[in-house]
């Protein structure tokens, strides 16, 4: 059954499903450079379903968000080890875009990994992505390094990370 996590007019926000991974490499093709395998989909679906969420305007997919759970060394504890939530990718149709959709998907993807106990979440982001940057920092998310050369192209990211 589905369950609507959250609504924004006519936008909801849900769970993804099985069939809704088709539609979500549909969006991630057009509106990012970096991609992944139909598995690899498969894969953060069924290890995170709380934290893979969708956007639909009516049966139009418009946005989504992946995630995936780690344990590895805090990103605010010197020498902390801990449970960490990690956004792999998120993205909003252009079309849709500026209508708080982004932001409902990492609200709602916070709630997913607290549900699994995760400590903390964090993500990579292109240092030029100034409209992600942001949404991340109003969500309370802080730069916490630089990663140098980190994408395919050679640009730099900012580790950003949040405290659950
Ligand atoms: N009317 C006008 N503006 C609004 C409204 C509204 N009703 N609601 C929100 N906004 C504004 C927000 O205030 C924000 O503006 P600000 O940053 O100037 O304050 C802006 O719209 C964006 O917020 P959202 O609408 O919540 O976000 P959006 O749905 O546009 O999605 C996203 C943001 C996901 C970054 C989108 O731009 C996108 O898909 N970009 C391409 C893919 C991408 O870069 N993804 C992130 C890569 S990093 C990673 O995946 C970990
Ligand atoms: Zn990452």
């Known amino acids: 059954m589905q369950v609507i996590l959250r609504q924004l007019g006519d936008c909801n926000i849900r769970r993804a499903e099985p069939s809704?991974?088709?539609?979500?490499?549909?969006?991630?093709?057009?509106?990012?450079?970096?991609?992944?395998?139909d598995y690899f989909?498969?894969?953060?679906?069924?290890?995170?379903?709380?934290?893979?969420l969708v956007a639909e305007i009516g049966?139009?997919?418009?946005?989504?968000?992946?995630?995936?759970?780690?344990?590895?060394?805090?990103n605010f504890k010197k020498l902390g080890f801990v449970k960490k939530g990690h956004v792999v990718s998120i993205a909003v149709v252009?079309?849709?875009?500026?209508?708080?959709?982004?932001?409902?998907?990492?609200?709602?993807?916070?709630?997913?990994?607290?549900?699994?106990?995760?400590d903390e979440f964090y993500l990579e982001v292109?240092?030029?992505?100034?409209?992600?940057?942001?949404?991340y920092e109003k969500q309370g998310f802080v730069i916490r390094q630089q990663l140098n050369a980190y994408y395919?192209?050679?640009?730099?990211?900012?580790?950003?990370?949040?405290e659950l």
């Open 59 to 74: 049966r139009k997919h418009v946005g989504y968000i992946m995630c995936k759970t780690e344990f590895g060394f805090s």
């Open 41 to 52: 989909y498969e894969s953060l679906l069924s290890e995170l379903p709380e934290a893979f």
């Open 20 to 37: 809704d991974l088709i539609s979500v490499m549909e969006i991630n093709l057009k509106t990012l450079p970096e991609h992944y395998s």
């Open 152 to 162: 395919r192209d050679g640009e730099d990211a900012y580790l950003m990370a949040i």
């Open 126 to 135: 292109r240092c030029s992505n100034t409209e992600a940057v942001r949404l």
């Open 94 to 118: 252009e079309e849709h875009r500026k209508k708080g959709i982004g932001n409902a998907l990492v609200e709602e993807s916070v709630n997913g990994v607290k549900l699994r106990k995760c």
